[in-house]
């Protein structure tokens, strides 16, 4: 019985270090990335491979394939975002067309997202009303997060909608009663 119970715990911890992506392409790939150095040298990073993460801006089709404008957050050596209040800027990863497309309704804006890409080229866009140069990179391996769920602790009748020294029944209402109700 110890010796199941080992087995257990020790799986468990295995499976909980796993990365999200292909252990090959974590090796390969660089995590440390400055769009400041690729957009100054381009040329030097092309086709290098890259582990990216970061928050959805948006994804759409385009002609090459489905396009994700993704807020950079540094990830980890598992590829598991780390903080989301520090950002490196945008970028653009482009999933192929050859390969599948990536539905916006799934892909959307929010969802965090790792990814193994390879660098490609500096294309011009916006941001709003100021000009923006993106790195685009070409997905080979894409990782998205589940959805977070948020739930209010309180169900619905039960909500504490009075200060403290009342308390509220579905049945009687608040009591004691507040002032006033007399």
Request: aromatic share 18%; glycine share 6%.
């Amino acid at each position: 019985m110890k010796r199941l119970i080992a087995i257990g715990v020790a799986s468990l911890f295995l499976v909980s270090c796993a990365p999200v992506l292909s252990k090959e392409l974590m090796r390969e790939g660089q995590r440390n990335v400055s769009f400041a150095e690729l957009r100054a040298n381009p040329d030097a990073y092309k086709s290098k491979l890259y582990i990216l993460g970061g928050l959805i801006v948006e994804t759409r089709f385009t002609e090459q394939g489905s396009q994700i404008e993704v807020l950079a957050v540094p990830v980890d050596s598992y590829g598991y975002l780390k903080e989301h209040e520090r950002s490196n800027g945008r970028f653009l990863a482009v999933y192929p067309k050859s390969k599948a497309l990536l539905d916006p309704v799934v892909y959307k804006e929010g969802r965090e997202v790792t990814l193994a890409g390879e660098f490609r080229e500096i294309r011009k866009g916006k941001i709003d009303d100021m000009e923006y140069d993106y790195p685009v990179f070409e997905i080979r391996q894409i990782y998205l997060f589940e959805e977070q769920q948020y739930y209010n602790m309180y169900p619905y009748p039960y909500y504490p909608y009075y200060p403290y020294p009342y308390w509220y029944d579905p049945y009687w209402g608040p009591w004691p009663p507040p002032p006033g109700w007399w």
